[in-house]
């Protein structure tokens, strides 16, 4: 097998065995799995349940309902929310662009301040100032992400009255949904820079003491020369995998982040879901964020077997 | 470095104090977390961190959360270190397809959207917290798994091991014997930082409501302070104390595992 087609294997055996999962999880679990299905507060006289017993495919065996499940996913269908009345896929879509809203910015600039100060810092680690600034990120990466929006919102929402405290808009212009995104995004932002930067300055920190820069020294270059044409390059190669496998997390932090400003993405969808046991729901965004982080992950194999020339793709 | 060492000195009074505060906690807090006083009090004399909704002392269902909340931290942190150091172990040892198939699996792994998957294990479980903790541990291993096999990848080329291996002892007594003393020194780090992402990750399911509720730990304090107008009515003592908990705890075992990495790359380097 070639390098390509083994790792073209390894994401497509990750999206099986996670969509399985999804498709054993209800149907393993105590209960009825009609009940699992459908969600908990959705009340059905006896025919009915019958009837949609047939029509979801429940009275028919496993493997069948399992290619079922498939064909549905293939067809973009998700199931149907009878909590919500629409289908899944709708309602997750509907939602989903606001939460990317919230997340792609907040990843972009996190990576790339985080990168950049990362470096500043491994580079003049002996620094007072860099050490003062490594203790604060490092502060900040030990705070669970809801936790930092609770305190954000009190101080500059609550007390100072500078931002809106939630939704993603009032009036829906432009500058409207900015001034609301403003404080979400800092928090995201702040979340994922403080990952970055702690991975940079180590990464900066080992390539630091490595032969070709004292050999770039010792030739007569500048500092930030060094830094910036040479480390910085060999240092970046491992931030670009672990972006990629951070765009989970920051997705995930995404999620609370909503919930703490009451903004109407996917992270409200899944929290409402939790408290109406609305089950396709909940099964439906698990999938969208599992195919959107795997991809993620493809991307940056692809990008990083592009920029270093020792992995190139065969 | 004389800074690493203050930090991660400091890394571990903290870290200490949390763990005598989680073993004496009866001794420790000033009431029982679940007795009623007056609600909503403000912090002041006779209940030093004011109390919640229901009248609990916040102190006290502080210090009793510790232990809720290490339990699981300690207990997944315990399950991820075992199973990545087996995977990584296996994997190193043995090359070749084993290798192949192991790293393969850790790779799936790491696609995994952790917290997500929680979520969902949990809505449909509604587990105790020592559940929380086997989903969490059994999720967490990737990256244990990976510095173990590197490490045990080098181990095994190793005089000592060969000789071993030409004497004809078995494999599961090089393995033990010989690979896991060896291997120890990489484990320990990465057992502090498992426990470091598990207390945030325990956080954030009992922040969704997820949780054991009949446990009280710190992830579930702020959840109540926030589901239950706590957080919108300005009663900030309610859920400031269980979040600086939870960073200062986390705090105090990323900077001891930092500091254990750090010394094993410096034993690396006279090497």
Redesign the interface.
């Known amino acids: 097998m070639s390098h390509t087609a083994k790792r073209w294997s ?2 497509i ?2 999206i099986v ?2 969509f399985s ?2 498709f054993i ?2 149907r393993a ?1 105590p209960g009825d799995p009609l009940t ?1 299905l459908l969600g908990e507060d959705v009340i059905l006289t006896d025919s009915t349940v019958a009837e949609l017993r047939s029509e979801m495919g429940l009275d028919r065996s496993w493997s069948q309902q399992y290619l079922d499940y498939w064909w549905g996913i293939l067809h973009l269908d998700l199931g149907y929310s009878f909590h919500r009345h629409s289908p899944v896929s709708e309602i997750i879509f509907s939602r989903m662009k606001w939460t990317l809203l919230l997340a792609l910015p907040s990843l972009l600039l996190g990576g790339v301040l985080g990168t950049f100060l990362g470096a500043l810092a491994g580079w003049r680690s002996r620094r007072k100032g860099q ?1 003062m600034q490594t ?1 604060l990120f ?2 900040i ?4 992400p ?2 930092l929006c ?2 954000a919102l ?1 101080l500059l929402s ?1 007390k100072l009255d500078l931002f809106p405290l939630k939704g993603f808009y009032t009036t829906g212009s432009a500058a409207d949904i900015a001034h609301h995104l403003f404080l979400p995004i800092l928090v995201m932002t702040l979340f994922s820079l403080s990952r970055n930067y702690m991975i940079m300055r180590g990464s900066v920190l080992q390539e630091k003491s490595s032969l070709y820069a004292a050999f770039a020294r010792a030739k007569g270059l500048y500092d930030d020369e060094i830094l910036f044409r040479h480390v910085f390059k060999n240092a970046l190669l491992p931030i670009i995998t672990l972006l990629a ?1 951070d765009f ?2 920051i ?2 932090g995404a ?2 982040v909503e ?2 400003f009451s903004m109407n993405g996917m992270g409200n969808l ?2 409402d879901a ?2 109406s ?1 609305d ?1 396709p729901v ?2 439906g ?2 999938l969208i ?2 195919i959107m ?2 991809s993620a ?1 493809l991307l940056a194999d692809l990008l990083y077997s592009s920029l270093d020339p020792r992995v190139r793709w065969q | 470095m004389p800074d690493v060492t203050k930090f991660s000195r400091g890394g571990l009074i903290l870290f200490l104090s949390f763990l005598l505060m989680a073993v004496f906690s009866p001794a420790l807090a000033p009431y029982d977390p679940w007795v009623r006083f007056e609600p909503y009090l403000p912090p002041g004399h006779e209940h030093l961190l004011g109390t919640n909704d229901m009248g609990h002392d916040i102190l006290s269902e502080l210090i009793f959360g510790s232990r809720v909340s290490l339990i699981v931290g300690f207990g997944a942190a315990l399950m991820a270190t075992l199973i990545g150091t087996a995977v990584g172990l296996l994997a190193g040892y043995f090359k070749g397809t084993t290798d192949e198939i192991l790293m393969g699996i850790t790779d799936i792994f790491l696609m995994i959207p952790q917290i997500p998957l929680i979520i969902v294990l949990a809505a449909f479980l509604r587990p105790s917290f020592w559940m929380v903790a086997l989903i969490m541990g059994s999720l967490w291993w990737t990256s244990t798994a990976r510095v173990v096999r590197s490490k045990a990848l080098q181990v095994r080329e190793m005089g000592f091991v060969q000789a071993s291996r030409a004497l004809g002892f078995s494999d599961r007594h090089i393995i033990f014997t010989d690979m896991l003393p060896n291997i120890f020194h990489v484990i320990m780090p990465k057992f502090m930082l498992s426990i470091a992402s598990a207390m945030i990750a325990e956080a954030s399911i009992s922040f969704l409501g997820l949780g054991d509720p009949t446990m009280k730990s710190w992830g579930m304090m702020i959840n109540f302070a926030f589901t239950r107008g706590g957080f919108i009515n300005g009663y900030w003592w309610w859920y400031l104390t269980p979040g600086l908990c939870i960073t200062l705890f986390v705090l105090s075992v990323v900077l001891l595992g930092f500091a254990l990495e750090e010394q094993e790359e410096a034993t690396m380097r006279l090497e």
Do not use: D, E
Not at chain 1, 141 to 144: A, G, K, L, Q
């Open positions: 390894r994401y055996i990750a065995i996670i999962l999804n999880i209800p679990m699992n050490k203790a490092l502060a990466y030990c705070t669970p809801y936790f609770l305190l009190y609550f496998m989970g997390f997705l995930s999620l609370f919930i703490v899944i929290y939790l408290l046991r089950y909940l099964q965004s698990f964020i599992t982080v795997v992950n």
